[in-house]
């Protein structure tokens, strides 16, 4: 498959792309003006791309087809700007230093395969654009005739005209007078005046007359001014190469310009230069659309008249002009024209173009052949028949280039005068920075195969003319910053200051300054407690107790006066503050339920207990549930999580997992989640026995957050999970487990009895016990939940249970023969 048909699939291939975004079933390459790129992804376009480089076709060709298929401006910027991000972004991250580490450098232009043998048949196929067909078929153009003019003096009266009769001054007339088929007009009390086939110049010329034949006192105190009113209509024939050739009707004001509009315009094989006006039977006007599309003129846009003939006849030569020109496209030829003729039609080059030679693609009988046109000819060839020229751009490379990158003032690319040697580069980057390393330097030097070469140098020596290093083209000069040697200096703070964190380091900073930069001391903080770590650089490796940090106790003045120890801190020193030994912030608990005085309450001494919550909150009231008293206690340790962990997103990332994993077991969803989440923060606590004996072990010792409950006196007991109607049974001392199983529907076929649970009013929680083959289920309280799991899904786990079963069976029947054996 040669490259022509390629770029026609890949351009197919590009046309439904947006067909598909903006839902047209329409692929014509005609149609490319409603692309809207905006609708193309970027998987799309960097697909396109990649069959266009695979087949040797550049980005640019690329773009300037899309121009001359009819794209907009505004979608063709869009392209090239999608074109450019997409290709920017493929090489990204491929640094200076990368380059020199790797030892190779990409070459800094891309040689452009052209082959012009196969362009032409695409090209051909892919019916570029024809110039000065827009004209008549974009949406926005109109040469609608404007009948708000003053008349034209040499516009020809004929029938069903309406002319305008004003006689102002001594008399006064006004009179709309329209012509006759026979070309006449009767003016009341005149008479008739034939106007058929005169100007208007002609025909004021003979009302005048008229009327001062009757008595008007024309040119002694009364004018006379006649003008069209209502225009009539003619009838212009259009044949030839038009798009809708045919007889239309037109205002008589109508140019030949308005007649090609209302029949389209010239066809694909029309000729837009040599359009004749045949009117008796003879050419009476050849107009040149090139004429107004490149100067203006309109010398030959006549009038028409009724029964005006307008032909299009086929164009004689026709000639292509693609690449670097600023309208590509298929060009009309008259006899006489050069290139440079044809070059003006295109408006020239383009910014980028390559003038010195342009290469053409000629009709040579059976084939085509290559031919080269050189600037100075531009003005003696003569275009042929089916010429298609293609102007390439300059290369993307320089002949006088070098570049300067790192510690320097100006850094960038630079001229590369005759002579010009390294020193000299550095100078007119405005010299080194301050942080240059000077110790060495490298040259990524191209070389004449393009491979590259790493040349060191001394930058002292450099700085010093002690050695003098003729630079060549595209030569890459990299002086390095001390501060791209070494890791980056900083200082860590912690603790009880208002913000802790990295600290950029300086030279010189004290301990004093850094607390200063991380906001002063947090309320609480020990000026008189403050540890400095540092790092050890000579460690012994041989010693097992060798030191891994140096520790120093420092104290500071708690208004950081410069009068305190100046302790002077180095790179990556790790800083604590400490709180006083005595510092403590205030610390909430809350009573609720069935208390005389229910609320919030700060902990006074810090082993105050439950008992001692309770007696602060005025006692219970006669209505409490004693026995359901329960303590909800925001501590993330209940969970089972590492209370050594300070972050909040691994820990709430980690109670999350714990929760999931209770989910899992109990039920393998979520359709309970409400009762088990609450049930992770409370703690089984004995409330009666803890006001009967307070201060015991029982009696726990009071947190921040903590939240004491007491109920009112339950009275039913809530049923969940694998039961046939989940629900509330009212409690009864005579009730068993399985009553209030049944009472909520049963065992679901899904149930798990074996691993039933009731979780109490206070938090504890008690399971079902297995004594050989029965289930020994827990005692029920007012106010509990029984709450009964699903069974296992995995296979595996149920097999299990089968084997465990038979295995206990096993077991039995061994003792049981053992002990009738012993009875014999």
Request: proline share 4%; net charge positive.
């Amino acid at each position: 498959m040669n490259k022509a048909t390629i770029l026609v699939f890949l351009l197919s291939v590009f046309i439904s792309f947006c067909a598909i975004k903006t839902a047209s079933a329409q692929t014509n390459l005609d149609n490319i003006s409603t692309i809207n790129v905006d609708n193309l992804s970027d998987q799309d376009l960097k697909q396109l791309l990649q069959r266009a480089q695979n087949a040797g076709i550049s980005d640019t060709e690329l773009l300037q087809q899309a121009q001359a298929r009819g794209m907009a401006n505004g979608q063709l910027q869009k392209l090239q700007a999608r074109i450019i991000q997409i290709r920017k972004s493929s090489t990204a991250g491929n640094s200076l230093s990368d380059t020199i580490l790797a030892g190779k450098r990409n070459l800094n232009y891309k040689p452009e395969v052209v082959d012009t043998t196969n362009r032409v048949n695409l090209f051909a196929d892919l019916k570029p654009k024809i110039f000065g067909a827009d004209l008549f078929k974009g949406k926005n153009n109109s040469f609608e005739p404007n009948l708000k003019l003053a008349t034209p003096l040499n516009y020809i009266i004929g029938p069903d005209d309406q002319l305008n009769i004003n006689v102002y001054g001594n008399s006064l007339v006004n009179w709309q007078l329209s012509v006759s088929p026979e070309g006449n007009i009767n003016i009341p009390g005149i008479g008739i005046i034939n106007v058929a086939g005169k100007t208007i110049e002609t025909a004021t010329t003979l009302i005048k007359a008229k009327l001062a034949a009757n008595n008007y006192a024309i040119g002694r105190g009364t004018n006379v001014q006649v003008s069209l009113g209502n225009i009539r209509s003619i009838k212009v024939i259009m044949i030839g190469q038009l798009e809708r050739p045919g007889t239309y009707t037109l205002p008589s004001l109508a140019t030949v310009f308005n007649a090609l509009y209302a029949a389209g315009g010239p066809s694909e094989t029309g000729s837009f230069r040599q359009i004749e006006v045949i009117r008796n039977n003879r050419i009476i006007r050849t107009l040149d659309v090139y004429d107004f599309l490149t100067k203006g003129n309109q010398k030959d846009n006549i009038a028409l008249r009724d029964q005006d003939v307008i032909r299009v006849p086929t164009y004689k030569t026709r000639v292509e002009l693609l690449g670097q020109v600023k309208i590509p496209a298929l060009f009309e030829v008259l006899p006489g024209e050069s290139f440079q003729t044809v070059l003006n039609f295109a408006g020239g080059f383009t910014d980028s173009a390559y003038v010195a030679r342009i290469k053409i693609s000629q009709v040579s009988g059976q084939q085509r052949k290559l031919t080269d046109l050189v600037e100075a000819d531009y003005s003696n060839y003569m275009p042929l028949r089916g010429d298609v020229y293609y102007i390439e751009s300059v290369l993307n490379r320089f002949v006088n280039r070098v570049t300067i990158n790192g510690a320097v003032f100006r850094p960038g690319e630079y001229e590369l005068q005759n002579g010009l040697t390294l020193n000299q580069l550095i100078e007119k980057a405005a010299g080194l920075r301050e942080d240059a390393f000077t110790e060495r330097g490298t040259i990524t030097r191209l070389k004449p195969d393009n491979s590259t070469e790493l040349i060191s140098f001394s930058v002292k020596d450099v700085l010093n003319k002690a050695v003098t290093i003729p630079l060549q083209r595209e030569d890459v000069v990299f002086i390095s910053s001390i501060f791209d040697l070494r890791n980056k200096y900083q200082v860590t703070i912690n603790g009880s200051v208002r913000k802790p964190g990295t600290i950029d380091f300086s030279q010189n900073m004290k301990l004093e300054d850094l607390i200063l930069y991380a906001g002063g001391f947090a309320e609480g903080a020990s000026p008189k407690r403050i540890e400095v770590a540092r790092r050890v650089y000579n460690a012994d490796p041989e010693s097992k107790n060798s030191k891994v940090a140096q520790v120093f106790s420092v104290n500071v003045d708690s208004q950081l006066k410069l009068a305190g120890v100046d302790f002077v801190l180095q790179p990556f020193d790790i800083v604590s503050v400490y709180s006083l030994p005595g510092f403590e912030k205030q610390r909430t608990v809350r009573v609720e339920g069935e208390v005389l005085y229910p609320g919030s309450y700060t902990i006074q001494t810090k082993d105050e207990k439950i008992s001692d919550l309770v007696r602060r909150a005025g006692g219970l009231t006669v209505s409490a549930d004693v026995q359901g008293g329960s303590l909800k206690r925001n501590n993330i340790a209940i969970l089972g999580v590492d209370k050594n962990k300070t972050d909040t997103t691994a820990l709430r990332l980690e109670r999350n997992e714990q929760v999931s994993r209770l989910r899992r077991t109990n039920r393998g969803d979520t359709t309970n989640t409400n009762n088990l989440q609450p049930r992770n923060n409370y703690v089984g606590i004995n409330l009666e026995k803890i006001i009967e004996k307070p201060g015991t072990k029982i009696d726990l010792i009071l947190e921040d957050g903590d939240v004491l409950r007491v109920p009112k006196e339950q009275q039913v007991v809530r049923v969940n999970g694998e039961v046939l109607y989940p629900s509330a049974v009212v409690y009864s001392k005579s009730k068993s487990f399985k009553s209030y199983v049944y009472n909520a529907g049963g065992f679901s076929s899904n149930a798990l009895k074996s691993a039933a649970y009731v979780v109490y009013p206070n938090g504890t929680v008690k399971g079902t016990k297995k004594i050989l083959f029965f289930n020994n289920h827990p005692s029920i309280r007012p106010g509990s939940e029984i709450f009964v799991p699903n069974k296992p899904k995995n296979p595996a786990n149920t097999i299990q249970t089968i084997l465990g079963v038979t295995t206990g069976l096993a077991s039995l029947g061994a003792i049981i023969l053992g002990i009738i054996s012993v009875t014999k």
